[in-house]
């Protein structure tokens, strides 16, 4: 005779509990692994499918489509139960997954990592509410730690894995290594997490035209962002013709979700002081953290003059302190209940090691950049837990999957917008300093032609630029020893002089979510899902903290 089903997700046996925890993690480390693999595995892609062209599109794709649907999936879950979303959303990554390892072409890889992504966001989402349901806040925080440190794990052992799994069987396997670690996540929660419903979906109407119309608005503004100062310039009829569409659409969607019946996003959520603070705080972090992070090893072999290896290393202290940090803040929170320190304290540690970083020149030494962003991942590990965790805890237990996936769509957001910002501020940064960095007596014996030439900062980031820079100077006869001793120390000193440009915005960043966590309201933790009654409509509501 089968066991009854629980009622609750406090009705759950420890054993349960526990199992469908490691279930959960297991799928957010698969998700979080794939983007580390795939990218060590990206060069040997592009020169077995060709397309180079595409390169940045691989990303793209799988990027736009785990952003669009988090706020999407966060509803549903709430309506219809974590279970059926988390069982789906690993599937549907494991065979999406083997699609890629497939792929005869970049197109076709393209198409499948936007199906890929799909899958990454609902599993996202689903992760961080699962948790939410089966602890309450006040025992919360150190499992949500744990959960935040997946991430400092993957990027660890994923470039190892990518690396070993590339130069071993082949790229594929960067995609079929999905699919022996779904299945195991995947048993775990189909035999030990039970199926159970926050709200009774016979009382809900799925909100198809504010679904569309929030993917409309999204996914031509993700567009321009990855898009605007690389492959058009950001005054383009192409970008500003996205933006546009993004804009009119997004209003469109204001008006939709304010007329819904079961708005597929319950803009009740924002007039929730704490829930607007903590999404305001993570989208500055989140801004600051992705976009200038991806910098750091850019620093390190071009500016450094360090191997390809030393930059891939340099952010392991990173990594390792954010992870360390991020397990040790959740304790803190879960046995102090307090999670605003945790919040003021690690955006202004973040804001410290940021500035540290764009103090750095030619001269700065291997260990004081291994310093800085160490400083910079304790700053970001010990606020990483708060926002989930304050959120959850501020609103009412029936929407905490909508809850949960706004604070992962604007993280995404907030990491997208940092990375192109600070690509814009780098590429124009580079060409005036690169000029001002070259002795006078080059700049007045070369013709204006040949320097413009030069101007090109991806000339000094691999070594495929190496080759290309000395095939410019072979062109303009300059190809003397002087010569590229002068415009590489000139090109360390223009990328050393943007990249502190950058680190600097991102460190000012990091200090307005410093005086943004000072407005963050504490209340207790609860000690329990269960709350008294408060119903809260889906079209507007009071929210608990408001």
Not at 116 to 122: E, K, R
Not at 491 to 499: P, V
Request: hydrophobic share 55%; net charge positive; aromatic share 10%.
């Amino acid at each position: 005779m089968a066991a009854a089903q629980p009622d609750t997700y406090q009705d759950l046996s420890p054993r349960a509990v526990l199992a469908t925890v490691i279930g959960v993690m297991i799928a957010m480390l698969m998700a979080a692994l794939d983007q580390t693999i795939v990218g060590t595995a990206m060069p040997r892609i592009i020169s077995e499918l060709h397309g180079f062209e595409h390169y940045s599109a691989v990303v793209t794709a799988y990027m736009i489509a785990s952003t669009a649907i988090l706020p999407i999936a966060g509803k549903l879950s709430d309506v219809y139960g974590r279970k059926p979303f988390l069982l789906v959303g690993v599937l549907w990554f494991m065979a999406t997954s083997a699609l890629c390892g497939f792929a005869g072409d970049m197109l076709q890889l393209v198409i499948f990592r936007a199906l890929q992504g799909l899958g990454a966001g609902v599993m996202q989402t689903m992760a961080f509410t699962t948790i939410a349901d089966l602890y309450p806040p006040a025992k919360r925080g150190r499992v949500i730690g744990i959960a935040a440190s997946v991430f400092g794990l993957s990027s660890v052992i994923g470039p190892l894995i990518g690396g070993f799994l590339t130069d071993g069987p082949g790229w594929r396997y960067a995609f079929y290594v999905n699919l022996p670690v779904g299945f195991v996540a995947l048993a775990i929660l189909y035999f030990f997490f039970p199926h159970i419903r926050a709200q009774k979906a016979a009382d809900f109407r799925i909100d198809y035209a504010g679904s569309l119309s929030l993917v409309a608005s999204i996914v031509p503004v993700l567009l321009a962002l990855s898009w605007g100062g690389r492959d058009y310039a950001w005054a383009s009829p192409t970008i500003l013709g996205l933006l546009l569409t993004g804009v009119v659409f997004g209003a469109l969607f204001f008006v939709v979700e304010l007329r819904a019946a079961h708005p597929i996003v319950n803009l009740a959520l924002f007039r929730n002081a704490i829930v607007s603070v903590a999404l305001s705080t993570a989208f500055l972090t989140s801004a600051a953290m992705f976009g200038a992070v991806l910098f750091i090893p850019l620093f390190v072999q071009s500016v450094l003059g360090s191997s390809a290896t030393d930059s891939g290393k340099i952010l392991m202290p990173l990594t390792l302190a954010l992870l360390l940090t991020a397990v040790v803040a959740g304790q803190g929170i879960s046995r102090t209940g307090r999670y605003r320190p945790f919040a003021i304290g690690g955006a202004a540690m973040g804001a410290i090691g940021m500035f540290l970083l764009s103090r750095m020149d030619p001269s700065t030494s291997y260990f004081m950049v291994v310093r800085n962003v160490a400083i910079l991942g304790v700053g970001l590990g010990a606020a990483m837990p708060v926002f989930n965790l304050a959120v959850q805890n501020a609103v009412e237990a029936r929407v905490v999957g909508s809850a949960t996936s706004m604070v992962q769509f604007v993280r995404s957001i907030g990491g997208t917008l940092g990375v192109a910002a600070f690509g814009s501020v780098l590429a124009s940064g580079f060409a005036p300093a690169f000029r001002r960095a070259l002795p006078a007596d080059i700049v007045a014996d070369v013709s204006p032609q040949p320097i413009a030439a030069l101007t090109d900062a991806q000339l000094y980031m691999t070594s495929a630029g190496a080759k290309q820079l000395e095939a410019i100077l072979n062109g303009f006869g300059l190809n003397t020893d002087a010569m590229i001793d002068a415009v590489r120390q000139a090109a360390r000193i223009a990328l050393a002089g943007s990249l502190r440009d950058v680190f600097e915005i991102a460190a000012a960043l990091l200090l307005a979510a410093t005086a943004l966590a000072l407005f963050l309201r504490e209340i207790p933790l609860r000690k329990t899902n269960q709350r008294a009654a408060e119903p809260i409509a889906d079209n507007g509501a009071e929210l608990h903290g408001a």
